[in-house]
């Protein structure tokens, strides 16, 4: 099984401040097809996960541009350019071009 | 606007069984795959099973091959887990979640708790 590891597992920010997560494959995700399937989740305090950010770089539906995804083969980034009290919660990056599927162990974002 | 609400969790003894439900609205249903993902109080998300639109292809975690089965009712817009032989590691909130393109995740429902206990 592909491994996820994020880094780093607790991430104390101040409003108005960058904050950026890794998270680093055990494979590369780069698919034959051109395509790396790697996507990011929030999981807001007492909610289900959403979607942030599917094949490394592109936003869902919804998901304001002051978060942004980069990164290739088997290192990967979430940023966040200024961080809001509404994006408090864990994040989980994910990866998707091999079953089963594995998530990185979260990293828990909070307010300082 | 789409909707997934679980259902079926209960507390239940160590080798028992449970079905799980999923209702889906506000989508084709049949148009896409759909998974299981489950996650132990206090931990992480653990993917558990996919199934393809038309319940043909089925897919499973190591953890659980052979004990759960994923199907499918699409004239019901209603996806299932059946547990068998159930482990106290399989405690965990269970989520039904809607296949987008390709392995990502677009909606999920609120999930559904089940308790594996003697």
């Known amino acids: 099984d592909i491994v996820m590891t994020q880094t780093p597992l607790s991430l104390p920010v101040t409003p108005g401040q960058p904050a950026s997560i890794s998270c680093k494959s055990s494979?590369?995700?780069?698919?034959?097809?051109?395509?790396?399937?790697l996507y990011w989740y929030l999981q807001k305090p007492g909610q289900s996960p959403q979607l942030l950010i599917y094949?490394?770089?592109s936003r869902f539906s919804g998901v304001p541009d002051r978060f942004s995804g980069s990164g290739s083969g088997t290192d990967f980034t979430l940023k966040i350019s200024r961080v809001e009290a509404e994006d408090v919660g864990v994040y989980y990056c994910?990866?998707?071009?091999?079953?089963?599927?594995?998530f990185g162990q979260g990293t828990k974002l909070e307010i300082k | 606007e789409v909707q997934l609400v679980e259902s079926g969790g209960v507390v239940v003894q160590p080798g028992g069984s449970l079905r799980l439900s999923c209702a889906a609205s506000?989508?084709?249903?049949?148009?896409?795959?759909m998974h299981w993902v489950r996650q132990p109080p206090g931990k992480g998300l653990e993917w558990v099973s996919l199934?393809?639109?038309?319940?043909?292809?089925?897919y499973y975690a190591d953890s659980v091959k052979g004990r759960f089965n994923i199907s499918r009712d699409n004239s019901k817009n209603s996806l299932y887990l059946q547990m068998n032989s159930l482990r106290t590691e399989d405690t965990a909130l269970y989520y039904c979640a809607k296949g987008r393109i390709s392995a990502e995740m677009d909606y999920w429902g609120q999930g559904t708790l089940v308790t594996v206990s003697s």
């Open positions: 094949e490394v770089s």
């Open positions: 506000g989508f084709t249903f049949d148009d896409y795959s």
């Open positions: 994910m990866q998707g071009i091999h079953l089963p599927y594995t």
């Open positions: 199934i393809s639109w038309d319940g043909v292809s089925t």
């Open positions: 494979q590369s995700l780069l698919h034959s097809d051109g395509k790396t399937y």
